[in-house]
């Protein structure tokens, strides 16, 4: 009756333990070679998600929030490069045209977007919420890029219009660098970051 007991106390703890969130190394699947060409799984380990989980914690706002975002983001792709061929991927589509590993938009819109959710789930994002990747063009999608919204304040009454939405375009720089932020009306006229 004892062991049944023990076995009973076991069971119950771990499946607690797995309904408050205890959680272990996190598995994202990266796109690159065009289009999603290609995709691997790479695995963050429980240390480096808790590590930028840390660095998430110091954003005491929402511009605070994207810088480390931007920072953040760059350390996953590094982390990634570690596991997969995007190590080799640069800003933009020329300077690694070929090479095995390279990433259009369309890999960093959706790779970017699933690092996001990564977070997200994690709560390392308090002032933003992940939206479906945004395109440009003027008839039809140029290019591709993940996007965050700015969460409406609490004590702002609903019938405010009060939508902040920003790009996070990793595409623009190389793998392991700051992925920029840009507002998304800003980006949609064209605008790029000055990388």
């Known amino acids: 009756m004892l062991r049944n007991c023990l076995r009973n106390a076991l069971c ?3 499946l607690w333990l797995a309904a408050t969130g205890v959680q272990a190394e996190e598995s994202v699947s990266v796109c690159f070679n065009y289009s999603c ?3 691997q799984a790479v695995v963050f380990s429980e240390q480096q998600v808790a590590q930028v989980q840390d660095v998430m914690r110091k954003a005491e706002t929402s511009e605070q929030e994207r810088v480390l975002l931007s920072l953040v983001l760059g350390q996953l792709y590094a982390w990634a490069g570690q596991q997969s061929p995007i190590a080799a991927d640069r800003g933009g589509n020329f300077d690694d045209d070929e090479v095995p590993g390279r990433m259009d938009c369309i890999d ?4 970017t977007t699933r690092l996001l959710r990564m ?3 994690r709560g390392a994002l308090n002032f933003h919420r992940v939206l479906e990747p945004a395109w440009r063009g003027l008839f039809f999608p140029t290019h591709y890029s993940a996007q965050i919204e700015v969460i409406r304040p609490f004590m702002m009454p609903a019938e405010t219009e009060y939508i902040q ?3 996070v375009d990793s595409w623009f720089v190389a793998n392991g660098e700051p992925a920029p932020v840009l507002p998304l009306d800003e980006w949609m006229e ?6």
Request: aromatic residues 4%; negative net charge.
């Open 190 to 195: 064209g605008g790029d970051p000055d990388v």
């Open 37 to 39: 060409a290609e995709e």
């Open 108 to 111: 960093h819109s959706t790779t």
């Open 12 to 14: 119950t703890a771990l």
């Open 165 to 167: 939405r920003f790009v």
């Open 119 to 121: 977070l997200d789930r």
